[in-house]
């Protein structure tokens, strides 16, 4: 059965019918897909009218969208999830550089490479959007691998990008993700390759995958804690992007956003304080892009908001501030 909420829907019946279906598809994904390991237990009755009315600010974004937009969204806490359109490829732009990294810090923890590994600029390795590396001195800078993830993340460096991609091989990295049963997850092509783009190498996933990669990296099933705690430092690296937008400064997010002509992806982990969630939000097919960079903003606002007040209250919705006195 396809892993998609209804994305129609009339009146208060419909809704709770798309409802539904979300939750039908988490014991599917959660339970009969994992060996018989089981889903795990429903939210309460008044979390439920949260989650639909999450659903329908969403599906009233993509209504809206003239484009075409997935979402993936997974409750680290629980472990319940939202999806539409979750199995749609998308092109990933600089969000597959989420799986580069990946890949980096597994072959540091296998002994295959040290974060601290040194490169020397080379003139031959410099493509454009390269920002950092663009004004190093070739054939004297020397900087770690570590300093070159943190130029992928933070300003989405691309021959930082493509000295990593070199570094770790690109088999290497569809390697990893096939060992995670992500099949529609492929880096094809190095960045700013034209030629490979056009001949239809491009890099792909789906908003599903990239949330479970998110979502294994996060509960230490690919990385240990030291490697793990790492990585999503990294990758918290500050940058402009969108699912942070709208949301709280000081807010940890460890994510990275993808754009490319009629293209805006954004893929991430937001620590919410005792209610941490990954969110992925896909567009393509845009008229405008800029109204795919406020799709995914306006998303990520409307989950920002449920997670946050499922952290902050308790199991009746009662929130205590230290501020406040019981009455």
């Known amino acids: 059965m396809p892993k998609r909420t209804i994305t129609a829907c009339f009146g208060v019946a419909c809704a709770t019918v798309a409802y539904l279906s979300v939750f ?35 599906l009233d974004v993509d209504r809206n969208l003239d484009g075409v937009m997935g979402v993936a969204l997974v409750d680290l806490t629980d472990g319940h999830r939202y999806l539409l359109h979750a199995n749609d490829v998308f092109p990933q732009a600089s969000s597959i550089k989420i799986c580069v990294l990946a890949e980096l810090y597994r072959q540091v923890q296998q002994g295959k490479l040290k974060l601290t590994d040194l490169y020397t600029v080379i003139a031959s390795d410099l493509v454009q959007d ?16 570590r300093d070159l993830a943190t130029m ?14 070199d570094r770790v091989g690109m088999d290497n990295v569809n390697a990893l993700l ?35 990669l998110l979502e294994a990296l996060y ?18 690296t500050h940058k402009d992007s969108w699912i942070p937008r709208l949301l709280p400064d000081g807010l940890k997010i460890a994510n990275k956003p993808g754009a490319l002509e009629g293209v805006r992806n954004d893929s991430g982990v ?6 941490p969630y990954a969110i992925c939000v896909m567009t393509t097919y845009l008229h405008n892009e800029r109204d795919g960079e406020e799709a995914i903003s306006n998303v990520s606002l ?26």
């Open 219 to 236: 509960r230490g099933e690919i990385l240990n804690k030291e490697m793990t705690d790492d990585f999503f430092k990294v990758l918290s």
């Open 178 to 212: 096939s060992s995670q049963g992500l099949a529609q997850t492929r880096l094809r092509r190095k960045m700013m390759d034209v030629k490979a783009a056009a001949e239809g190498r491009e890099n792909v996933s789906t908003p599903d995958e990239m949330m479970r």
């Open 130 to 145: 390269s920002d950092i590396m663009s004004g190093l001195t070739p054939g004297v800078t020397r900087i770690t691998l």
């Open 24 to 58: 039908f598809l988490v014991a599917l994904s959660l339970g009969l897909a994992a060996a018989g390991q089981a889903a795990p237990p429903p939210p309460s009755e008044k979390q439920q009218v949260l989650w639909m009315k999450l659903e329908k600010s969403i």
């Open 152 to 165: 992928m993340v933070a300003v989405s460096d691309n021959s930082a990008t493509n000295v990593l991609i």
């Open 270 to 275: 937001v620590f919410v304080d005792k209610r």
């Open 302 to 327: 409307a989950a920002w908001r449920v997670f946050d007040r499922l952290g902050r209250a308790s199991e009746y919705g009662r929130v205590v501030s230290t501020a406040n006195s019981s009455k």
